[in-house]
Nanobody, 124 residues
Framework: QVQVVESGGGSVQPGDSLRLSCVDSGRRSSDYGMAWFRQTPGKDREFVGGITWIGGTPMLAASVRGRFAISRDNAMNTVYLHLRSVRPTDTATFYC?????????????????WGQGTQVTVSS
């Protein structure tokens, strides 16, 4: 049963902003990481960034640092990915993933639950 659900994708123009949401309906009491990945057809999933539920500093991949941001709302069991100044190269399916422990990083094997993805399309 998938317990991580993304939303907020859509079609936007270059330079626009967008906020993606990820709700963890099976959130555990222990600390663990929540991450965002993105994928385009024919390519591996790319780590975008992540955050842990308790403390910790959000981590962002170098490729999006300065344009994207991550935040969380513990009361809502929701993690957000804020996309700013989007580019056509940001077009992808964005996935939220839940880690088994307080880990944030690109190792996809560290995540035990993945959402079904939300599509972001950037074009003029």
């Amino acid at each position: 049963q998938v317990q991580v659900v993304e939303s907020g994708g859509g079609s936007v123009q270059p330079g626009d902003s967008l906020r993606l949401s990820c709700v963890d309906s099976g959130r555990r009491s222990s600390d663990y990481g929540m991450a965002w990945f993105r994928q385009t057809p024919g390519k591996d999933r790319e780590f975008v960034g992540g955050i842990t539920w308790i403390g910790g500093t959000p981590m962002l991949a170098a490729s999006v640092r300065g344009r994207f941001a991550i935040s969380r709302d513990n009361a809502m069991n929701t993690v957000y990915l804020h996309l700013r100044s989007v580019r056509p190269t940001d077009t992808a399916t964005f996935y939220c993933a839940r880690a088994r422990r307080a880990f944030i990083g690109a190792d996809t094997s560290a995540y035990d639950d993945w959402g079904q993805g939300t599509q972001v399309t950037v074009s003029s």
